[in-house]
């Protein structure tokens, strides 16, 4: 199981000026190891969990302990979440995807721009805290979907390939209550290229476990 905060790919006022440097180093170096910190502390006498790692945990969060599973579960799923957010963002990002991932949200929703439409769409849609998704379903295909608070799309039997954050922590230094202007900066910073990579590794995984 791996409890480490993952280094982040840039500097942190490397996605200026759509994502400020204070948010982001707020944002990892405080939240995202909070999370990391109190899943230690949760499974620290917990050896059976230990020997499983992170995903099969939150995918049958039936397996933790009663008395501890909904602090399992949201620190798990921060920890979890946010690994894949970092690995969606770089400066000079953003623009159309191109390639399989480019052909997949093509084959799946019609063209880009209504992809993007109905993800925005969603990403507002979600009231309070809580997360978007471009996610594959148990058939391979992709769907856009939101969870609340810090659930991760596994619990649900998806995988994740494209996250927004949408809590206030990730926005709220910058543009206050303007979720709306933050979500249009964020697509400004998506690298397209491990969006692209996630897809195709997700999807090998799916083919494997079908039957």
Known sequence: MNLQLPALPFEYGALEPYIDATTMEIHHRGYHAMYIDRLKQLLADQ?????MNLEEVVSDIRVVPE????????NAGGHLNHSLFWHCLKPGGGGK???VIADAINSNFGD?????DLFTETALSRFG???AWLCLNSTGRLEILTTPNQDSPIMLGYRPVLGLDVWEHAYFLKYQNRRVEYVEAWWNVIDWGNVSDLYQHCLEMVSRSSP
Not at 47 to 51: D, F, I, N, T, V
Not at 67 to 74: K, M, P, S, Y
């Open 47 to 51: 050896e059976a969990l230990q020997r």
């Open 67 to 74: 008395e501890i599973r909904q602090e399992v579960r949201n």
């Open 97 to 99: 995807p191109t390639g």
């Open 112 to 116: 880009f721009r209504k992809f993007s």
């Open 129 to 131: 805290s809580g997360w």
